[in-house]
Nanobody, 117 residues
């Protein structure tokens, strides 16, 4: 079984930066993509972005130019660098991994990011 542990959330003022980390452990094989979703209070979960094994990335329009996703394959860790944060970025951020022969999606526990105005 693959487990994901997130860290790095917190409270930051608008215009500030935060870096989230998500480390995979356990039975790890064939990781195809790693990425992030977020869910604000009262809203549906939305994709923030992801990075493939080949380092291709995709971002939601709302975060393009401000957020960067990177990964350390040796550490099985994905990062989300968030700059120029806005109050509307406030949400619980969930990392995910698509791995295994069946392409199973695994989720982290979520970490709260709060941006004050």
């Amino acid at each position: 079984q693959l487990q994901l542990v997130e860290s790095g959330g917190g409270l930051v003022q608008a215009g500030g930066s935060l870096r989230l980390s998500c480390a995979a452990s356990g039975r790890i094989f064939n990781i195809y993509a790693m990425g992030w979703y977020r869910q604000a209070a009262g809203k549906q979960r939305e994709l923030v972005g992801y990075i493939t094994t080949g380092a291709d990335t995709l971002y939601a329009d709302s975060v393009k130019g401000r957020f960067t996703i990177s990964r350390d394959n040796a550490k099985n860790t994905v990062y989300l660098q968030m700059n120029s944060l806005k109050p509307e970025d406030t949400a619980v951020y969930y990392c995910y991994v698509i791995a295994g022969i069946a392409g199973t999606m695994y989720w982290g526990q979520g970490t709260q990011v709060t941006v004050s105005s």
